[in-house]
């Protein structure tokens, strides 16, 4: 009966200390049961109050009611709650009901959660039903994970009748509540109350719950068994205690066993006896052949993609995992800019689970993108029908060296997350102009940001990385340990191996002034030729970004978005008055704000928002001939969005060859969108007559005779021999791939 789930050991606890022991102490589950008793034995302590107080205090373990009655309690709002702190505790929460008098009320509820859960449909949610309605409700948020909803019966697990067999249709007949278990939840939780550890009653359960999972056409091995055994019970058993609640698991089918009346000592005094079972459960499977997995419910295997083996993925990787069907697919399925269809997305939280990760990636058949948050406008970081190893989790943010301002940072933080972090200490790391763009993306091409010609390139901040190679060995790479890839990574890391963290060095920067000034640019050639030649002139404390669009009845409307890393008013205004002369101005707000304010946490729907076609040119000045084609360039309408950031400055200061972004040199980055590749294009080829090269993270081209153009000629060759040695098999191909001949990927 064995269905080989992941193991899952928990306690059921009534105060928030045993919850903290049980994180401690490497449980896997607690649990807040309906009924609670509080302090003293006093009655009606809410389980949703104390299962929140329990998240807050706890970091690893997950979280989960029992037995919840649905009563008194909306279905919506308890849909709600329930994704929020699932959001909040990043992804710990499970849902335990009760089956209640009358499963079709319940199933009413569950109708209403899971559509409430559902965000990626835009229409608003109506069921009027029976016993529940929910007429025009706006969906969402959506958890973080898949959420399991857990049923309890509504009898004790003695009282359960026998499931018997209907000849006319030859399939068991199951009470309602275990029917509706076996049709619409992911488990069902029974309680042995007595004073043993009861393997046949258990047993017997697991095969009514197979006979209710076949009637509704599902594989048994989609519903998980959780048993709550009392610690009494165990108490009693002494030494047998292990062996019985090892064939729990092994000859009952359970999956989860949680120790009830659990408090602080009881988790003490537990543990021995949980990694007791830990160990023999893995034993006996291992001498049985049984193969660890979760199983998808027959929903979402449906909608599965082809060339994936569903079925092999990692055990440390199952839970966390994102197949099409799952309700959380439509927030990772896409990124910023650009739609995508992945079959597979997989998110470790560890560098080992990276390891892990690709390795198996390797033996998919199918392609495979890397990403830390998904913004990227090529949208290289996800695909159609491969798989995508996210690097969300990897979020985090340390202070390594308050003396050096040397921090830690992990590839799946934003950049909003990084200037908030550091504001506290007075300092920032230059990085794009949007917080929403993650770490890892910008960290490892160039980022070329609001502070970046007085304090350069986000790469010129990184001072090592921990990098997981193709062949999965880890290293270091920084200026005395590996400088080849130390070089490449700061450029090319897309090529050369998955950073799982980034030493960086932030700078003191304290607030800063910020402008927004709206121009009337009609005389088009003369602006862009003068805000070029005034932003070469500035001092490099000053950082202009200028965005125009196409013309509006004839008049062409400027925008500058500049940054003063100043917070004196005289000096802010010293600085912007030049700007303020290019034209007639129409609009201006100039604020000292905190860097924070500028690029700051957005709240991000990956929702492949205008899939464009861009350009990107580096130049080394706005000359009057390029301030001609770029005139004629926004004037035909061919774009929609023109834009042409500052650089120069500090980025010079770095030698050319110190890594492999190769634009020193240049004082912009061109970049222009569209709808249209052809149209783009044919406008677009008198601006490229004047560039120096091409920013990788702006540019859409994937063809590979834009590679010198990204990397120059000496750092490609020097990239290449880099690519033969660390990756020959061209594994991080998704990424302007550098290698000599591209070829189809197969699994290694």
């Given at each position: 009966m064995?269905h080989?789930?992941?193991?899952?050991l928990?306690?059921?606890?009534?105060?928030?200390d045993?919850a903290q022991?049980?994180?401690?102490l490497?449980y896997?589950?607690?649990?807040?049961a309906d009924?609670?008793t509080g302090?003293?034995?006093?009655?009606?302590?809410?389980?949703w109050?104390l299962?929140?107080?329990?998240?807050?205090?706890?970091?690893?373990?997950?979280?989960?009611t029992?037995?919840?009655?649905l009563?008194?309690?909306p279905?919506?709002?308890l849909a709600r709650a329930?994704?929020g702190?699932d959001l909040?505790?990043g992804?710990?929460?499970?849902?335990g009901?009760?089956?209640?008098?009358?499963?079709?009320?319940t199933d009413e509820?569950?109708t209403i959660v899971?559509g409430m859960?559902?965000?990626?449909?835009p229409s608003?949610?109506?069921?009027?039903?029976?016993?529940h309605q929910v007429?025009?409700?706006?969906?969402g948020?959506?958890?973080?994970?898949?959420v399991?909803?857990w049923?309890t019966?509504?009898r004790p697990?003695?009282d359960a009748?026998?499931?018997?067999q209907?000849?006319?249709?030859?399939?068991?007949e199951?009470?309602?509540?275990?029917?509706?278990?076996?049709?619409a939840a992911d488990?069902w939780?029974v309680r042995?109350?007595?004073p043993?550890?009861?393997?046949?009653?258990?047993?017997?359960v697991?095969?009514?719950?197979?006979a209710?999972?076949?009637?509704?056409?599902?594989?048994p091995?989609?519903?998980r068994?959780?048993v709550?055994?009392h610690?009494?019970?165990?108490r009693?058993a002494g030494t047998?205690?292990?062996g019985l609640?090892t064939?729990?698991?092994v000859e009952s089918?359970a999956?989860?066993?949680?120790?009830?009346?659990?408090d602080?000592?009881t988790?003490?005094?537990?543990?021995?006896?949980?990694?007791a079972?830990r160990t023999?459960?893995?034993?006996q499977?291992?001498?049985?052949?049984?193969?660890?997995?979760?199983v998808r419910?027959?929903a979402v295997r449906?909608q599965?993609r082809?060339?994936i083996?569903?079925?092999?993925?990692p055990?440390?990787?199952q839970?966390?995992a994102?197949?099409?069907?799952?309700?959380t697919?439509?927030q990772?399925r896409?990124t910023?800019l650009?739609?995508g269809?992945p079959g597979?997305?997989l998110?470790p939280g560890s560098?080992?689970?990276v390891v892990?990760?690709?390795a198996?990636?390797?033996?998919?058949?199918?392609?495979l993108a890397?990403?830390s948050?998904?913004h990227?406008i090529?949208g290289?970081?996800?695909?159609?029908?491969?798989?995508?190893i996210?690097?969300?989790r990897?979020s985090?943010i340390?202070v390594?060296?308050?003396?050096?301002?040397?921090?830690?940072?992990?590839?799946?933080?934003?950049?909003g997350?990084?200037?908030?972090?550091?504001r506290?200490h007075g300092?920032a790391?230059?990085?794009?102009?949007?917080?929403?763009?993650g770490?890892?993306?910008?960290?490892?091409?160039?980022?070329i940001?609001?502070?970046?010609r007085e304090?350069g390139?986000t790469?010129d901040?990184?001072?090592?990385?921990?990098?997981?190679?193709?062949?999965?060995?880890?290293?270091?790479?920084?200026?005395?340990?590996h400088p080849?890839?130390?070089?490449?990574?700061?450029g090319a890391?897309?090529n050369?191996g998955?950073?799982?963290s980034?030493e960086?060095?932030?700078?003191?920067?304290?607030?800063v002034g910020f402008?927004q000034?709206v121009?009337?640019?009609s005389?088009?050639?003369d602006?862009l030729?003068?805000?070029?030649t005034?932003?070469?002139?500035a001092?490099?404390?000053?950082?202009?970004?200028?965005?125009?669009?196409?013309?509006?009845?004839?008049?062409v409307?400027?925008?500058i978005?500049?940054?003063?890393?100043?917070?004196d008013p005289d000096t802010?205004i010293?600085?912007?008055?030049p700007?303020?002369?290019?034209?007639?101005?129409l609009?201006?707000?100039?604020?000292?704000?905190?860097?924070t304010?500028?690029?700051?946490v957005?709240?991000?729907?990956?929702?492949?928002?205008g899939?464009?076609?861009t350009?990107?040119?580096?130049v080394?000045?706005?000359t009057p001939?390029?301030a001609?084609?770029?005139?004629r360039l926004?004037?035909?309408g061919?774009?929609?969005?023109?834009?042409?950031?500052?650089?120069g400055?500090?980025?010079?200061?770095?030698?050319?060859?110190?890594?492999?972004y190769p634009h020193?040199?240049?004082?912009?980055?061109?970049?222009?969108?569209?709808?249209s590749?052809?149209?783009?294009?044919?406008?677009w080829e008198p601006?490229?007559?004047?560039?120096?090269?091409?920013?990788?993270?702006f540019e859409?081209?994937?063809?590979?005779e834009r590679?010198?153009?990204?990397?120059g000629e000496r750092?490609?060759a020097?990239?290449?021999?880099?690519?033969?040695?660390?990756?020959?098999?061209?594994?991080?191909?998704?990424n302007?791939?550098?290698?000599?001949?591209?070829e189809?990927?197969?699994g290694?």
């Amino acid at each position: 009966m064995d269905h080989g789930h992941p193991l899952h050991l928990g306690l059921e606890i009534t105060l928030p200390d045993a919850a903290q022991e049980a994180d401690r102490l490497g449980y896997d589950l607690v649990a807040v049961a309906d009924g609670t008793t509080g302090p003293a034995g006093t009655a009606g302590l809410d389980p949703w109050t104390l299962l929140a107080v329990v998240a807050s205090t706890t970091e690893r373990v997950r979280v989960a009611t029992h037995d919840l009655a649905l009563d008194d309690r909306p279905a919506a709002v308890l849909a709600r709650a329930t994704a929020g702190l699932d959001l909040l505790t990043g992804g710990r929460v499970g849902l335990g009901l009760a089956a209640g008098a009358d499963a079709a009320a319940t199933d009413e509820a569950l109708t209403i959660v899971r559509g409430m859960w559902d965000a990626a449909d835009p229409s608003p949610l109506h069921v009027d039903g029976r016993y529940h309605q929910v007429l025009g409700a706006q969906r969402g948020p959506a958890p973080v994970h898949p959420v399991p909803v857990w049923l309890t019966p509504t009898r004790p697990t003695a009282d359960a009748p026998a499931t018997h067999q209907d000849p006319a249709s030859n399939r068991a007949e199951v009470p309602a509540d275990l029917a509706l278990a076996g049709r619409a939840a992911d488990g069902w939780w029974v309680r042995l109350d007595g004073p043993q550890i009861d393997v046949a009653a258990t047993a017997a359960v697991r095969d009514r719950l197979d006979a209710a999972a076949r009637a509704a056409d599902r594989d048994p091995r989609e519903l998980r068994l959780l048993v709550t055994v009392h610690a009494d019970a165990v108490r009693a058993a002494g030494t047998a205690a292990a062996g019985l609640l090892t064939r729990l698991v092994v000859e009952s089918g359970a999956g989860t066993i949680v120790l009830g009346g659990a408090d602080a000592d009881t988790a003490r005094w537990f543990a021995p006896t949980a990694a007791a079972v830990r160990t023999a459960v893995a034993g006996q499977r291992t001498a049985h052949g049984t193969v660890v997995t979760s199983v998808r419910s027959s929903a979402v295997r449906a909608q599965r993609r082809p060339g994936i083996d569903y079925e092999g993925i990692p055990a440390a990787l199952q839970d966390t995992a994102v197949e099409p069907g799952d309700p959380t697919y439509a927030q990772v399925r896409s990124t910023y800019l650009r739609g995508g269809r992945p079959g597979l997305v997989l998110r470790p939280g560890s560098t080992a689970e990276v390891v892990e990760a690709l390795a198996w990636a390797r033996t998919q058949d199918v392609p495979l993108a890397i990403r830390s948050a998904g913004h990227g406008i090529g949208g290289r970081s996800t695909n159609d029908g491969g798989l995508v190893i996210d690097l969300g989790r990897l979020s985090t943010i340390e202070v390594l060296d308050e003396t050096a301002r040397r921090v830690r940072i992990g590839p799946g933080a934003r950049w909003g997350e990084v200037a908030q972090a550091l504001r506290p200490h007075g300092w920032a790391i230059s990085s794009g102009d949007y917080g929403g763009v993650g770490v890892g993306g910008l960290a490892t091409t160039g980022g070329i940001g609001f502070l970046v010609r007085e304090h350069g390139l986000t790469i010129d901040h990184v001072r090592a990385v921990e990098l997981v190679l193709a062949d999965g060995s880890v290293v270091r790479a920084d200026a005395e340990q590996h400088p080849d890839l130390f070089w490449g990574v700061r450029g090319a890391g897309g090529n050369l191996g998955i950073v799982t963290s980034f030493e960086l060095e932030a700078d003191e920067v304290g607030d800063v002034g910020f402008a927004q000034l709206v121009f009337d640019a009609s005389d088009l050639e003369d602006f862009l030729h003068r805000f070029g030649t005034l932003v070469e002139e500035a001092p490099r404390d000053l950082t202009p970004f200028l965005i125009l669009g196409a013309p509006r009845g004839g008049q062409v409307v400027a925008q500058i978005m500049a940054m003063v890393d100043s917070d004196d008013p005289d000096t802010i205004i010293s600085r912007l008055q030049p700007l303020a002369t290019l034209g007639p101005l129409l609009q201006q707000s100039v604020r000292v704000v905190p860097y924070t304010a500028v690029v700051n946490v957005p709240d991000d729907l990956h929702a492949a928002e205008g899939e464009p076609v861009t350009r990107s040119a580096m130049v080394e000045h706005v000359t009057p001939e390029l301030a001609a084609a770029a005139a004629r360039l926004i004037r035909s309408g061919a774009t929609y969005f023109f834009q042409i950031r500052s650089a120069g400055g500090a980025v010079t200061d770095v030698p050319d060859d110190a890594t492999a972004y190769p634009h020193r040199s240049a004082q912009f980055n061109l970049v222009a969108f569209s709808s249209s590749r052809r149209r783009l294009d044919a406008a677009w080829e008198p601006i490229a007559e004047h560039a120096t090269g091409t920013y990788s993270g702006f540019e859409t081209d994937p063809r590979p005779e834009r590679l010198p153009e990204i990397f120059g000629e000496r750092g490609l060759a020097r990239l290449r021999e880099l690519k033969r040695r660390y990756d020959p098999q061209d594994v991080f191909g998704h990424n302007h791939s550098v290698a000599e001949r591209r070829e189809v990927r197969t699994g290694s």
